[in-house]
């Protein structure tokens, strides 16, 4: 059963940016490909740095303002002082909220969600940019079809790990939910393959019961999931 990563949904044609870059030029690349962000690349292809569009609208909310004021925050005057920015190295956000090559579509969701980014650029080992995942990237899962649901459920779950009770166990998938019927073994059995199902790509939820002829921890008794 293949695992999904990052490196299966992820833009690799990626459009980026050196330190030097203009305020203009970022603004006018960003309008021209309809994107809210830029990573910023050194010599080497490493991210250093984002420049979304809320860092280039800082010059238009503090426009006219005056100095920083005695009182003001340090986040309030790191704010302000984009506002002074020219380019894309004082613009830009850093370090940058990056995952690696071959991160899971799960930690890159649960990454998206802790550090309250819309995309994530892909990194190799090395730091350097190999592509660039976004939220509707991630959600490109569910747009498998059910049928290569199945076949990843028949073969990657259910013929490894029942095969002796394989022809017992029947399973459907409808719009992404899954659902069995039958009996198996042992009540392990069945809670493995609950799972497991519920981690192959594009399945939206796993329904149904396996009955058991056995408990795992007593073997006299018969039991169902």
Not at 69 to 92: H, N, P, V, Y
Not at 119 to 126: A, Q
Not at 191 to 208: H, P, S
């Amino acid at each position: 059963m293949k695992s999904w990563n990052v490196d299966d949904v992820m833009t690799k044609a990626v459009v980026s940016v050196d330190r030097a870059a203009t305020y203009r030029s970022v603004v006018d690349l960003l309008i021209e490909n309809r994107f809210s962000a830029v990573p910023v690349v050194d010599a080497f292809r490493r991210v250093t740095g984002v420049v979304s569009e809320t860092d280039l609208l800082r010059k238009v909310e503090y426009a006219g303002d005056a100095e920083p004021r005695l009182f003001e925050g340090w986040r309030r005057r790191g704010e302000r002082g984009k506002a002074r920015a020219r380019t894309a190295g004082d613009l830009m956000t850093a370090p940058a909220v990056v995952v690696l090559a071959g991160t899971s579509i799960a930690a890159a969701a649960r990454r998206m969600d802790s550090e309250g980014v819309k995309r994530l650029p892909v990194v190799d080992d090395l730091g350097r940019l190999a592509g660039i995942v976004s939220r509707g990237d991630l959600l490109k899962v569910h747009l498998r079809t059910d049928d290569e649901i199945h076949a990843d459920i028949e073969t990657g779950i259910l013929l490894p790990h029942l095969a002796e009770s394989i022809t017992s166990v029947a399973v459907t998938v409808a719009e992404g939910v899954v659902t069995f019927t039958g009996r198996v073994d042992r009540s392990s059995d069945a809670e493995l393959v609950f799972g497991l199902t519920r981690q192959v790509a594009g399945v939206v939820d796993v329904k149904g019961s396996l009955s058991c002829e056995f408990e795992a921890t007593d073997p006299l008794h018969p039991a169902a999931l």
